[in-house]
């Protein structure tokens, strides 16, 4: 078997969330794949360093801070990456966000932007993108769901509803695009070592409970997302489709 099903060489991709945590790390892991990269982030400090950060490590990045959740943002800006950088082949739906808060305390307010930043994103970044790789043919898009894609814990309702859409919305895209040349899968990243579980690792009970719940008796680093993000990004997926790939040591596999 050649390694050369894996080569992103002449690929470009744009990964949202990507100044920090795992879109950072997915960019850079497409990026030594062979990718072009375009990163996304709200803050535009953040973006401009994680974007110098990659190209001192000889990759080629640009950036464009818009907000995943504003369709008067993501539309323009869809269409200037593809105007003036070059076309998507590679969408990695990253940006999210944490809301923890008992549910019958959840105002709508929380509850909308969590729904909007995790799920309606997905819907608006792979709309717009999703058209040019309809009319190219071809595309890779990529969804980041969660373990909370398929069970759920106390505390954290809205994200759970909106990772368990992140998945059946990743299969409506299948649905509808596949026939295109497009694939459309999702990542259920299991509990991984980033800023947004800091809260989670600074808490020794959830800390012990999540050692004794998850298989392989740690957390997750963000570096073991890659392998199924450059597998999702590459042709050697090309007839994989609406599927999600669990990375979460074992968590899922047993009660
Ligand atoms: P982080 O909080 O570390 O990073 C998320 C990034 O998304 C931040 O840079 C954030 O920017 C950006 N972002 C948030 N809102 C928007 C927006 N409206 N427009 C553009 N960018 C935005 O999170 P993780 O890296 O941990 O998570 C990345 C993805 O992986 C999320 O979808 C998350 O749900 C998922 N995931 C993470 C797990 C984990 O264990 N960490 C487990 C399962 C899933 P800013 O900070 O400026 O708002």
Redesign the pocket.
Known sequence: MSLEMFDLVGRRALV????????FTLARGLGRAGASLVL????AA?LEAAVHRLRSEGLIVDGRA????RPEQVEPAIEAIEGEIGPIDILVN?????QRMPLEDLPLERWQEVLD??LT?VFLVGQAVGRHMIARGRGKIIN?????SEVARPGIAA?TAA?GGVRNLTRAMCAEWARHGIQVNAI?????V????QPLRDDPTFDAWLRARTPAARW?Q?EELVGAAVFLASSASDFVNGQVIYVDGGILAVI
């Open positions: 949202t969330g990507a100044g920090q945590g795992i879109g996304n982030d709200l803050d953040r818009f907000d995943v959740t990253n940006a999210g966000i944490q930043t995790n994103s980041l769901g969660s373990i909370q994200y990772k259920g990243p299991g509990y991984f980033t800023p947004l579980t997750g963000v």
